[in-house]
């Protein structure tokens, strides 16, 4: 009798075993499934072990409801091993809510939690509980509460309990840096990960995927090149975490050409490494090789909504209604829930090509569940102006019974896009008599609306609101305060906006550039665009425009063409049109007329009407302007008596170019010659 039980024992002990490793080792849900149904016929469905191992490997295959299913089923009562399975289970999946609720039952119950129940439950209020019970000195709960707080965007409190945990581990550093980076504190990420590297820490793929995104963010190519040294130097460059983090930090300096190298020779890709090229080839206005590498990521595996909406946007930039309606069709045969992005993004497409009142596209989007609410309402006030139907527009607008931010936005924003200016600032005052507050969005859409009016008091009104709003330290924002001073006659008042923004990016520089250009500073603008490269800001196509353009409006040629080369030599930016009009317009500018010839002539694109028509209109003017020089004498005649400035250059003017100038003012006349006046400079 004792024998069998010895053997019943080892029996059963040989069959938990089997059964343990075998869900260990389910690498399907249908392999899991078939291990639950035997569990339940063997009556093992109440054991703990067994209960909380399904609750775990359900949730690693993202089916939170059976983990959920299983924990009822098991009775857990006061097992907190069974509530730490569970609450685990449900954060792993992104059930926030339902994680704490189940805490809170916890302590309804009054089941004493362990460290594990406070690492699980992360929410804000856990924090002076752990404190109660002697676990604040506990290095898994310090990580947990430090990522709690980065996530409620408290990133003072997760630094204090960094600072103050006794003991760190890799998981501690990487949960700050990745808090600083999911709130756009870049400098600050890179601040901890080289304490973390000073104190000879080996980072792991998280590590550098966290360091990779902040030096994107900061749009810092060196230290960006260095990281990717060390990536190949401790051996990790097949992770493909690490992979995408490089992706993604070379489209960000706008560096395609490494980015790709990197893609290609990728073993493993998933669709953030698809998507994140996707849209680095849309970002820079390569929307061709966008919708290429699109066709081939759909022949591999089904695209994620963000690559769609990135390629409807492509098809809009290029014109391409056709390709458009087959990535819809492709979206509603493969049965995507189109959110509020993509149905936007769609209408707006049809708006544009003109085909959006009568297409079938539009009626299938309704079918996909737009009902008449607020979203379709905006969408339709956007739309109408699109198309051009700005009383349609507003129709829908005033007819709405309830308005958001967004439908303000919205119309504002379809005021501008109308170019009925003064309506947009009506709307803007209308919309703050109404009790609506403004937001950086709105912002964005009505100082252009300035800028287009040259309205300097209006856009010093709204930068006072910004002010108010706590909103001046918005980089967007920044940027479009610089240009909207700047075209309302105040470069003054751009360079204090910039001196006060204390995070610059590309387009900041960009604008700064642009308005010295404007105004004709142009050594202004080539010492901003050596400030910008010194900073670690790498210039895209539209910096090298702003900046070729202020040579050219200032005279300096060499540098002007010597920024041209450097495009394509140091940034590996491919001359665009627009680019090749600059350089025709510098050289044109300053009379290199046979030059700019030669430089049309050996452009690699085709120049357009566009190249020609600039040369042709210089050349005329150049020449009109020479044979002018050329005839004697030249007659001037004012009304108004001449003043002291005009005539001493007129008599600068005589000497340079070995003329005589008459000038008739309204006492007398002047002959200027040599560089002297008739009048001995008495009139």
Known sequence: MKTLRVLHECSRQTLFSSISRALASAAASTQLHKLHSLIITLGLHHSVIFSAKLIAKYAHFRDPTSSFSVFRLASPSNNVYLWNSIIRALTHNGLFSEALSLYSETQRIRLQPDTYTFLLSSMPSVHDRVLEMGFGSDLYIGNALIDMYCRFNDLDKARKVFEEMPLRDVVSWNSLISGYNANGYWSE?????????????????????????????????????????????????????????????????????????????????????????????????????????????VNQFKPDLLT???????????????????????????????????????????????????????????????????????????????????????????????????????????????????????????????????????????????????????????????????????????NVLIEMYSKCGSLRNSFQVFKLMKTKDVVTWTALISACGMYGEGKKAVRAFGEMEAAGIVPDHVAFVA?????????????????????????????????????????SRSAFLDKAEDFILSMSLKPDSSIWGLYLVLFEEVNKLLGILQLTPLHVMKNLRVCEDCHTVTKYISKIVQRELLVRDANRFHVFKDGACSCGDYW
Not at 266 to 285: E, F, H, K, P
Not at 456 to 466: N, T
Not at 548 to 563: P, R, T
């Open 189 to 297: 990420a890179l601040e901890i990960y080289y304490r973390f590297r000073n104190l000879g820490v080996v980072p792991d793929s998280y590590t550098m995927s966290s360091v990779l995104r902040a030096c994107g963010g900061l749009g810092s190519v060196e230290e960006g090149d260095i990281i990717h040294g060390l990536i190949e130097k401790i051996g990790i460059k097949k992770d493909v975490i690490v992979n995408n983090g490089l992706l993604s930090m070379y489209c960000k300096f706008n560096g395609l050409i490494d980015g790709r190298r990197i893609f290609d020779k990728m073993v493993l890709r998933d669709a953030v490494s698809w998507n994140t090229m996707i849209c680095g080839y849309s970002q820079v206005g390569l929307y061709e090789e966008s919708i290429k590498l699109f066709m081939e990521m």
């Open 308 to 478: 769609i909406t990135s390629i409807l946007q492509a098809c809009g930039h290029l014109g391409d209604l056709e390709f458009g309606k087959y990535v819809h069709d492709y979206m509603i045969t493969s049965g995507y829930e189109c959110d509020t992005t993509a149905s936007n993004i769609l209408i707006n497409m049809y708006a544009k090509f003109g085909d959006l009142l009568a297409s079938q596209e539009i009626q299938s989007l309704i079918k996909m569940g737009f009902n008449s609410n607020i979203v379709v309402s905006n969408t339709l006030v956007d739309m109408y102006a699109k198309c051009g139907e700005m009383g349609d527009s507003l129709k829908v607008f005033e007819n709405m019974k309830a308005r958001d931010i967004i439908t303000w936005n919205t119309i504002i924003a379809s005021c501008v896009h109308s170019e009925d200016c003064n309506l947009g600032l009506r709307m803007i005052s209308r919309m703050r008599t109404e009790g609506v507050t403004p937001d950086m969005a709105t912002m964005l859409s009505i100082l252009p609306v300035c800028s287009l009016l040259a309205a300097k008091r209006q856009g010093k009104e709204i930068h006072g609101c910004i002010f108010k709003l706590g909103l001046e330290s918005d980089v967007p924002v920044g």
């Open 547 to 587: 900046i070729i353009f202020a040579c050219s409006h200032s005279g300096l040629v060499e540098e002007g063409l010597n920024y041209f080369h450097r495009m394509k030599k140091d940034y590996k930016i491919e001359p665009r049109i627009e680019h090749y009009a600059c350089v025709v317009d510098l050289l």
